[in-house]
């Protein structure tokens, strides 16, 4: 198990060495195979009575043009990173999480099932997570090494914007353009960039079909507020939107608005600042209140509503010391906003006057369990 502060959050435990079955070590628990089995290493073909260990998904350490030789030649540019891994090859084999004009991502990894990283989070239970909405991001490389997400890419090919495949990944021309998604978000982005930019791959198994859920957690939870609301809302008008998206989630106790006031920043307002944040689904968002808002990067995205649905943007949490519509009592002016977009999990703050917001205008918010 792994544990991080107060919260366990670990589905599997992986370690560096090759074992029996060309697998990392993998010590199935009540929530991912079979929980009788006891022997360490397992031998995965006759172990684990609901099926075998997951799937492994990791970020490339090396960059890519998008001229990759097609699916075909970025599959192999992933297989090879899995070869030369530090500390020795990674088992299994990869495909890149990438569409082309005729295949897409969901459809390259079929009926595989469960995929965790190279440090045993997990990643996604079904294809629509990994090619959607992943549970933690893919952020480690072959190496067992974080990669920072910011700013940092990924060739994947999905875009809401349209087609951008760089030429079905054959050409490296600067005037030609593929998706790409940040390495730390889903896959899911309307990010594009030239051909000729260097990119990360995603690598993932397909081979089997694993059983990978979330244990609970009493981690206090962190949700998108269901609806907008109006700059003008008081403190409290605030707050008591977000305890009543809450109890109407069935999520208990008593939560507050991420509504910055230079009287009463948030982090004022919460009774134990060194808490772990979850979202709905207990996935980890930070190990504690101060690594909620100091601008690290979060362990995942904020991207959940209290019904557990995602929310594709969440608008501003507030920064006291810029613009913040006289305190929130105008409808006048602007206010300059702190973002957490869905493919992200950075928090972007603009600089003052660059992208300010009327305060006419509504916005989504984030709401923490005190």
Do not use: K
Request: with cysteine.
């Amino acid at each position: 198990m792994r544990r991080r502060g107060a919260y366990s959050v670990a589905i599997v435990l992986l370690s560096a060495g090759p074992v029996s079955c060309g697998r990392l070590n993998f010590e199935p628990t009540a929530t991912l195979g079979d929980a009788t089995t006891t022997d360490t290493p397992p031998d995965v073909a006759t172990d684990g009575a609901n099926g075998p260990a997951p799937n492994l998904a990791f970020v490339t350490a090396a960059t890519f043009t998008g001229d990759l030789g097609g699916l075909a030649g970025a599959d192999a540019a992933c297989n090879a990173a899995a070869a030369s891994a530090a500390g020795g090859p990674l088992p299994g084999t990869f495909r890149a999480l990438m569409a082309d004009s005729t295949t897409s991502i969901a459809a390259r990894f079929g009926t595989a099932r469960g995929w965790v990283d190279l440090q045993g989070r997990p990643i996604a239970r079904g294809v629509d997570e990994l090619s959607d909405r992943m549970l933690y991001p893919i952020d480690v490389d072959e190496n067992r090494t974080r990669i920072e997400a910011t700013q940092t890419e990924a060739w994947t090919g999905n875009n809401t914007l349209g087609p951008h495949y760089c030429s079905d990944w054959t050409t490296a021309l600067a005037a030609e353009t593929g998706g790409a998604s940040r390495v730390g978000g889903p896959i899911v982005t309307t990010v594009t960039t030239s051909c000729n930019t260097p990119q990360h791959l995603f690598c993932a198994e397909f081979a089997r079909t694993a059983i990978v859920t979330v244990p609970p957690s009493t981690a206090r939870v962190a949700f998108v507020l269901s609806h907008t609301l109006s700059p003008l809302a008081t403190m409290g008008d605030a707050d008591g939107e977000c305890q009543a998206d809450a109890v109407a989630n069935g999520l208990a106790g008593s939560f507050l608005a991420v509504q910055h006031r230079a009287s009463a920043p948030v982090q004022s307002r919460l009774l134990d600042i060194n808490a772990p944040w979850r979202r709905v689904d207990n996935i980890l968002l930070a190990p504690s209140g101060t690594a909620l808002f100091n601008g690290s990067s979060l362990d995942t995205f904020i991207n959940q509503m209290a019904d557990g649905q995602p929310s594709n943007f969440l608008m501003p949490s507030m920064d006291a010391t810029l613009a913040n519509c006289n305190e929130w009592t105008s409808g006048t002016g602007n206010f300059t906003f702190r973002t957490l977009q869905m493919n992200t999990r950075h928090w972007h703050t603009p600089s003052a006057g660059s992208a300010d917001i009327g305060c006419n205008l509504p916005f989504r918010i984030l709401c923490l369990q005190r």
